[in-house]
């Protein structure tokens, strides 16, 4: 099993900068591909960002591109997402997601893909 924990949520305003922090542990056999989703009140859940298990590549939804940025430590078994220029739309409930080893062959932006959560940490960013 695996644990992610987010921190680093809260509330923020408009054009300000946050950066979460998910700290995975437990037993794997390998980094995993990292990812970011949220979900806003009222919304479906939705990818935000994935890293891949060597942090060589990246992805991010239009949404947030040019002002949110993934990078991970294999080290310290963290994956950060530094969030910057900050919109009141950007506020959700953000959740860590993680695909151990062996890999899914499903799309790195599907949910489907992760088989491991946390349990998700808010950000509000107000006008």
């Known amino acids: 099993q695996v644990q992610l924990i987010e921190s680093g949520g809260g509330l923020v305003q408009a054009g300000g900068s946050l950066r979460l922090s998910c700290a995975a542990s437990?037993?794997?056999?390998?980094?995993?591909?990292m990812a970011w989703f949220r979900r806003a009140p009222g919304k479906e859940r939705e990818f935000v960002s994935t890293i891949s298990p060597n942090g060589g590549n990246t992805d991010y939804a239009d949404s947030v591109k040019g002002r949110f940025t993934i990078s991970r430590d294999n080290a310290q078994n963290t994956v950060y997402l530094q969030m910057n220029s900050l919109k009141p739309e950007d506020t959700a409930v953000y959740y860590c997601?993680?695909?151990?080893?062996?890999?899914?062959?499903?799309?790195?932006?599907?949910?489907?893909?992760?088989?491991?959560w946390g349990q998700g940490t808010q950000v509000t960013v107000s006008s």
């Open positions: 997601a993680a695909d151990m080893p062996p890999y899914s062959e499903l799309g790195s932006r599907s949910a489907d893909r992760y088989d491991f």
């Open positions: 437990g037993r794997t056999s390998g980094p995993g591909r």
